[in-house]
């Protein structure tokens, strides 16, 4: 008998195997559902790990035997759009930093999945902070990194966690490869190097999708995945911060064809007309973002002039090198707002926003009828410093309650 209350507090604890079949309800004073107007007096039903209805109070009654849940405001659980949690670790030292491999400047084959540790504090940091999916894996500052992957963080394996194995392979242009790596030494040497790559990508896709077998080449795992990023099975994540990287991001795109998605663009503000024409997405540098090097150029009004000109973007925490390594994506989209950015549309951008441009939309980033019951309760307003998350709730499960 004693075991069997031990795991039970086990899975309430940590959001495992008792509960689930969890039945829940949640009430809210406003709840943002991401796809329509906020709701006032909103309730969302939960039945297992899926959304069984939401709307008004009005429109959906509460049965009897659900668990119920109030709270002030109510959104979807957050989803972070690139991060290197998971990779790198809390505590900053050398056996738990795997977000760089700096053998060479290229090694697009390197995958996230091999190097996420589930169990890590800082995925639980993160967690605490409402962040309920991650966009995670190789960070910035080689030519290409590696592989980035989609993860929910309450679990305790990769293989609980996984959402998507492989989602971008992650490129970066500008100062920090030169920093890193002996070779490139400039800009010019950069693009060159990734072009033949690209180059011998196409040449080794054509004889991959040869009718006859025996012209297809031995399989060469650089050369996969860029030929999946060609192929569009991967999306290009180029993280280029200043305007001349920028620029060359999305030459690379128009050349090669590839899905991209621009990630940091501290000088975005600078090239608004040509990344909207080139229908790109962007994953904003974190709103406070230390203003040097390749981001000395960086604006706080670069998320509004974005939303101004209709650019898709999202907010994302980053990588830090000071400890806990990651930032707090509410505070950047809080910072946001207060030069220009709406609200509600940097609560699209925490939520919805990342979940379209990372295509896992039809799971996550807003609460709707089947989709992952993902949600965190609020007992405030989720942009004011004052304001604790009461609870989290990932897959239909309690993974948090206000202490």
Do not use: C, W
Request: charged content about 25%.
């Amino acid at each position: 008998m004693k075991n069997r209350i031990t795991l039970f507090l086990f899975a309430i604890l940590f959001g495992f195997g008792t509960l689930a079949n969890a039945q829940i309800a949640v009430q809210a004073d406003t709840l943002y559902t991401m796809e329509g107007d906020k709701i006032v007096n909103g309730v969302v039903l939960i039945n297992n790990d899926k959304i069984e209805a939401v709307g008004s109070a009005s429109e959906v009654d509460i049965p009897s035997a659900y668990e119920t849940h109030q709270a002030s405001v109510v959104t979807p659980g957050l989803v972070d759009a690139h991060s290197v949690v998971g990779l790198a670790g809390i505590y900053n030292r050398d056996d738990d930093q795997n977000q760089l491999e700096t053998s060479s400047p290229i090694q697009p084959q390197l995958r996230a999945f091999d190097a996420y540790n589930a169990r890590e504090e800082l995925v639980k940091f993160v967690l605490n902070k409402g962040v309920t999916t991650t966009h995670t894996g190789h960070g910035p500052g080689a030519l290409a990194s590696g592989q980035t992957m989609i993860a929910k963080t309450p679990y305790n394996t990769v293989d609980e966690a996984l959402v998507e194995s492989a989602t971008t392979v992650a490129f970066t242009l500008g100062p920090s490869v030169e920093r890193n790596f002996s070779s490139p030494g400039t800009d010019a040497k950069g693009i060159a190097m990734l072009r033949q790559k690209f180059i011998d990508a196409q040449d080794y896709l054509e004889k991959r999708n040869a009718d006859d077998p025996e012209k297809r080449p031995s399989k060469n795992l650089e050369m996969e995945a860029l030929a999946d990023v060609l192929e569009g099975e991967l999306k290009a994540l180029i993280t280029a911060q200043r305007s001349t990287d920028i620029m060359n991001a999305l030459r690379l795109q128009e050349e090669f064809g590839f899905d991209l998605i621009l990630d940091g663009a501290a000088e975005a503000y600078q090239l608004i007309d040509e990344i909207k024409k080139a229908d790109v997405p962007v994953i904003i540098h974190p709103t406070m973002v230390r203003t040097y090097g390749a981001t000395q150029n960086a604006s706080f009004t670069t998320a509004s002039k974005l939303a101004e000109a209709d650019i898709p973007f999202a907010f994302q925490s980053g990588f830090e090198g000071y400890v806990p390594k990651t930032r707090i994506i509410l505070y950047e989209a809080a910072i946001a707002t207060a030069y220009g950015l709406d609200r509600e549309r940097a609560l699209y951008a925490l939520t919805k926003a990342p979940s379209e441009i990372l295509g896992i939309d039809n799971r996550v980033g807003s609460l709707a009828e089947g989709k992952d019951a993902d949600l965190v309760l609020f007992d405030g307003d989720p942009l004011e410093y004052t304001t604790h998350i009461s609870s989290v709730i990932v897959d239909g499960k309690v993974v948090k309650e206000k202490e």
